[in-house]
């Protein structure tokens, strides 16, 4: 048993005090000390860090970290209708078998020749992308989806020559956000409406905002409220006129039953990586794409790594490198390139396992059961009274109003909680606009069972 | 198709190193040289750069040079078969034959000429191709001021195997320099830029990916002419230094310039082209406010008394230390890292004062603080 | 001791695997997707089919179908085309620190009270990570000295990123719109001039002196020149290059002398833990790689984390939320009106955070003060051995400086000796089960670079395994340089038959559906 002061680390070898004393004689250094001796005295930490007692053993440590996780409430044991940028899809056990396998797992940067598996896993998962959202060019993973909106505003930014960038007034707050402070010092957002009533793009707000500054477009379908886009194709056509680009906020689950934005003239589709096979992990799964047209003029703009295959030396074998290294600026845009660097590659090589195995049945499957049940779960909710439901067509998330109900969104939702209910997400103050509103999600791993449950809830609330 | 290269050998150049003397050029010189029992370095470095290509298989090679030793030898030397074109007087060969070998192989239609030499050969060949093809020299004499040389015969080889696979294929513009041989030999330095050339930029295939992407060389000169461009203040009369970077900015404004003189422009308009020292003095007695734009001149760095002489030390200090912009690609400051830029402007005190640091402009909104020695 | 040995017999998976689209048979299924009860088939009908045709699918999706034993079989064989750091003798990816990553961190990940968690949950539902979050934080502080810890930014790049957004909040509330200029330094991670550029600033580099550190009288030279436009001076400490910059409370205080922020990325921190810490150099901001220095598996690329930290006169800025917790609960607080905003979605890679805060928890202070002793230990072992194989340097040998936790090498001797270079001694150490190395950051100020950080992780014998792998390949170089010169052999796939394809617009393909429309079955490996 070790004592305090000559424990042997079982992640650090050398930690053996005969090993690290043959490797310090034949150095001949007394300790570690004479390495330490080019930082002067006044730049040493003289103190001890205090830090918590250290748990050695790995059962202890287990016990300690589950003691804690305990104190979380998870979405098995409850009915979660929480959506809005991370989703509670099915997580198929072969996505956990691949992405916890230590060979990719545990691999960085590396190259083609010895990390071959891991470029060709990123190229399938950029080339599904590609299928599904109806384009033939396609990043690695960013950080998320919100970043993807920002570098898309950049790489439009720089394609263009232009410096403005119109987004629809309801796309996702977090999107909003993180786009608005990418995008400074230099261009500049303008919000176009949301003409509510229709559910769509208020096209002659559009109209009078894209000129000749139009860098890009961005709007999303399914929106952060759920309503699909039923003007994409107007939409493109509007930009297009005045040499504007068109990027289009997409839900990759929704697209083996609807349109794809590169089948309607779209230039970009960007999205979340995580429905595809990655744990939720309280916002921790993310994981963003950006597709676009294989134009020079577009992917010479990304700054995120692009794996191309080609033929290698060797007969009929496939070989992976980076496409467009030294890639070409276009015009005065220089300020602004982006950086590069580790953003969620495990979570675009889980995505690959997730789509190979869904394929199209499977995505087709998909989108149509989170319609119907979706559809169930408005009809149902729209029975409550004081429970004012909205029509037009939506997918996945949909706004419920109750403004008639008698008791504030984090009221209800408080009262579900009970009831191990997981209400949806209070837009009273993102969206104050729409009143006592909340934002409710379904997809395929809620039973009629758990709606049913939610409206029961409701009702004996009212 | 066949792929087609020229190979030209200055048999002669570097003949005057090994006994003291400063350079070959000159027959009075060379009589000297061979006198003093010196032997032709320069066709054994040729022969060490031509073997390379023995690597190239892919597809039918064409390498044609001159007879004899200017090339003919060298190539079966390092076993290869030449065509070989035009005619020389062997054992007396100049400088003319030089210029008429480039001018033939030009005429060609090669994609590349290799030459060996020294800082005269180079000369000779930019009389004959100027920037039209690509051309690599094989360091044989013993002047190199120029920037068009590789670093050593091997690495030239490599280099033109690699350019003809294709694996190169970004051009750079690089200074032929010279120095006044004459001058040299009296122990006073005074280096000319006399042109560019075009030779091939070796860039890394093998893709360093986490640190994303670069520029090639036109984009990256592209990138600082832009960025210099574009921040020109008003009211104040710019001295646009020789060299293609500042022939860059000058092209981004699309005014008319000279790649070797001094340009002076005021308020997007040129004042004056390719102006002598005096020229520059009367122009900044009529101007408040002026400024210095000048790029890092060969493969030595310097900043002032090499190609730029016109920028004497009288112009300096009328303009003001202050007021010097310094701008280069990122590629020449990273061949020159660990290196100081130098300054020698033929006053003393001066250079003192110019030593120290100097902030290079390298890209679009990027620079580096460069040290400067005297 | 257990005894090194070159793996000559090496040999890496190479299953000539297909493209899963070779794989697809027509009507095939991977997985089934729940079907709807039939009461709700009842109550609304087929949803998808009434939707307008304008919002329909129109093309047909082209993805692959496969069964799912051959979904399982492909992506096994193609994960052992790769070389994990658990599994290889990876002190090659130097400025990484490629540790080892327990197993025990995956386990706990899978919890589902960790890995089914929605963010928009109730802060009550979610107090175990918030817990997590909040005591990892105060780990932090006590490691960096910084007063404030945010753990949104999804990696070094990003928090280097994040720390320009606080800066320019910074300056903006001071009403000090000119400062538009960064200083950073030319052996710094390329991040600390990129990410600063990104957010609109001109980036001033310094090179090194004669030693190997950043000159001094360079910085001075900048700060007078650049003045009140200075925004901040961003540097990493130790440098790429294993040098320890002795004079950085230096730099810091002439920096702060004129009104700058001085951000200290510490992606290079392993070899510091106990040892110095940005408090003490006098810095306003710092980073960690979480990934990196706190044992979490680098994902090949992410999900990282760039633990951004700061003082307190900067923490209003931070991004929102933060975590805080009130004496009963965690919570996630977004009344932060001074806030620049956000830089990634909710909280951060909660995933990192739990495994370093589990790996951390393991080795306590004294732990972490042995990662740093081992790992500098670790690197000046290495160093020694390699330095006596023919034709390797160092950057600035002999500069009498003893190296930190890395050291960036240099093939130049070699190359000029025998034409052999660092990129054909990577492509060759492949086929000793050695991992492709790093070389360098670009741009390659140093000549046939290489860069290795031998981490703690890495045993005696480890090292020396490397050692003798690397000095028979240069051996090879010297007699018998076609061997390296045509490598890869024993790896799972060999050199593209034409790289310059890559940057052609014809011939590229990022995606399958490009490739087969640019080349037709030309290349395909079933016909």
Known sequence: MSGKGNIVYPYIPNSVPDVRRAMLDELGFESEEDIYKEIPDRLRFKGEMKLPAPIHSEARLQRHVEKILAKNENVKDNISFLGGGTWNHYVPALCDTIGGRDEILTSYVGEAFTDHGKFQILFESTSMLGDLTGFEACNTPTYDWPNAVAITSRMAARTTGRKEILVSENIGPERKVINENYCKPDLKIVEVKYDFENRCLDLADLKSKVSDNTALIYFESPSYLGFLETQGAEIVEIAHAKGALVAVGVDPTSLGILEAPGDYGADYAVGELQPLGVHMQCGGGLGGFIATKDEEKFVAEYPSLLFGVLPTVKEGEYGFGQVAFERTSYGSREKGKDFIGTCAALHGMIAAVYLALMGPGGMKDLGSTIMQRMAYAKAELAKVPGVKLYDGYNFKEFVVNFDDFGKSVAEVNKALLKKKIFGGIDLTKSFPELGNSALYCVTEMLSKEDIDDLVVALNEMC | ?374 | MSKPYVRTNFHEARWDEPMIYELSTPGTRGILVPEVEDEIVDAVGDVAAALPDSLKRSAPLLLPEVDQKHVLAHYIHLTQETMGSNLSNDLSEGTCTMKYNPRLSEAMSMNPDFAEIHPEQDDSTVQGTLEIFYKFEQIMKEVSGMDRFSFQPGGGNHAVYCASSVMRAYHASRKDDKRDTIITTIFSHPCDAAAPCTAGYNVVTLYPDEQGIPDYEGLKKAVAEIGDHLAGFFMTNPEDIGIYNPNIDKFVELVHSVGGLCYYDQANANAFLGVVRAREAGVDMCHFNVHKTFGTPHGGEGPANGAFGCREFLSKFLPVPTIEFDGEKYFRDYDRPDSFGKVRGYIGTAGVILRAYSWTMMHGAEGLRMCANISVLNNNYLEKMLLSIKGLGEAFLGNGITRQEQCRYTWEELKNDTGVGTDDINKRVGDFGIPWYWASHHPWVIPEPMTLEPCETYSKCDLEEYYLSLKLVAEEAYDNPEVVLSAPHRQASHDLANPEDLDDPEKWATTWRAFLRKHGDKYLKVK
Do not use: W
Request: aromatic share 6%.
């Open chain 2, 1 to 374: 198709m066949a792929k087609k290269i020229g190979v030209i050998v200055n048999p002669v150049a570097g003949i005057g190193g090994r006994v003291g003397l400063k350079g070959s050029d000159g027959e009075a010189i060379l009589a000297k040289a061979l006198a003093l029992g010196a032997k032709p370095e320069c066709p054994n470095k040729a022969v060490v750069a031509i073997s390379q290509f023995k690597d190239f298989q892919d597809e039918p090679l064409e390498i044609y040079t001159y007879p004899k030793e200017m090339g003919e030898d060298e190539m079966r030397a390092a076993g290869l078969t030449p065509i070989v074109i035009g005619e020389i007087d062997s054992g007396h060969t100049t400088p003319d034959d030089t210029v008429r070998a480039a001018k033939d192989l030009l005429a060609l239609g090669v994609e590349l000429i290799l030459f060996a030499g020294g800082d005269g050969t180079a000369r000779n060949v930019l009389d004959a191709v100027g920037e039209e093809i690509a051309v690599l020299g094989v360091p044989g004499g013993c002047k190199i001021h120029s920037a068009v040389y590789a670093i050593n015969p091997k690495t030239a080889g490599k280099l033109v195997l690699e350019f003809l696979l294709g694996k190169v294929q970004d051009l750079k513009e690089s200074e032929v320099m010279d120095i006044d041989e004459d001058a040299f030999r009296e122990g006073v330095l005074r280096a000319r830029l006399y042109g560019y050339m075009r030779v091939p930029n070796e860039k890394k295939m093998v893709q360093n990916l986490k640190s994303g992407r670069g520029y090639g060389e036109e984009a990256a000169l592209d990138l600082v002419a832009r960025y210099i461009a574009f921040n020109l203040e008003e009211d104040v009369l710019y001295v646009m230094g020789p060299g293609s970077t500042v022939r860059g900015v000058m092209n981004k404004l699309e005014l008319p310039n000279t790649l070797l003189g001094v340009d002076l422009v005021y308020n997007n308009k040129v004042i004056a082209n390719d102006v002598n020292e005096k020229g520059i003095l009367d122009v900044l007695a009529q101007y408040d406010k002026a400024r210095i734009i000048i790029t890092v001149i060969g493969g030595q760095g310097y900043l002032f008394g090499r190609g730029n002489q016109q920028l004497s030390p009288a112009v300096i200090r009328e303009v003001g230390l202050d007021n010097i912009k310094v701008i280069a690609t990122k590629n020449k400051m990273f061949s020159l890292f660990a290196q100081p830029l130098l300054v020698d402007t033929g006053d003393e005190s001066l250079n003192e004062e110019l030593s120290g640091y100097a902030r290079v402009t390298v890209g679009y909104g990027e620079s580096v603080m460069f040290k400067v020695n005297a």
